[in-house]
């Protein structure tokens, strides 16, 4: 069984920094086909995609809106996955969720009905 767990949220003051981490346990992912993602979902919105990172770290995609702010990089000997989030703003206020699959395909990385593998999430909250 497969364990995402996140750590790392919080508050911050807009302009602020907050970095999460994302540590999978339970199964050695590995094939090229192996992502690692994070997404958010703020209070009466919808879950949305925010940035995913490829096993190999030669791709890397990231929601416009968080794009120049955020950035997502990996630990594979740890099988974890961080988010440094700089520049906060209060629009990023939401529960951050972590996901992991190892079956994607490019097309697919920023579905999040296509991960078989969440965190339980963790709050960031950018006050203004």
């Known amino acids: 069984q497969v364990q995402l767990v996140e750590s790392g949220g919080g508050l911050a003051q807009a302009g602020g920094s907050l970095r999460l981490s994302c540590e999978a346990s339970?199964?050695?992912?590995?094939?090229?086909?192996?992502?690692m993602a994070w997404f958010r979902q703020a209070p009466g919105k919808e879950r949305e995609f925010v940035a995913v990172?490829?096993?190999?770290?030669?791709?890397?995609d990231y929601a416009d809106s968080v794009k120049g702010r955020f950035t997502i990089s990996r630990d594979n000997a740890k099988n974890a996955v961080n988010l440094q989030m700089n520049s906060l703003k209060p629009d990023d206020t939401a529960v951050y969720y972590c996901?992991?699959?190892?079956?994607?395909?490019?097309?697919?990385?920023?579905?999040?009905?296509?991960?078989?593998?969440w965190g339980q999430g963790t709050q960031v909250t950018v006050s203004s």
């Open positions: 990172l490829e096993r190999s770290s030669r791709y890397a």
């Open positions: 339970g199964r050695a992912f590995s094939g090229s086909r192996f992502y």
């Open positions: 996901a992991a699959d190892s079956t994607l395909i490019r097309s697919s990385v920023r579905v999040a009905s296509q991960y078989d593998y």
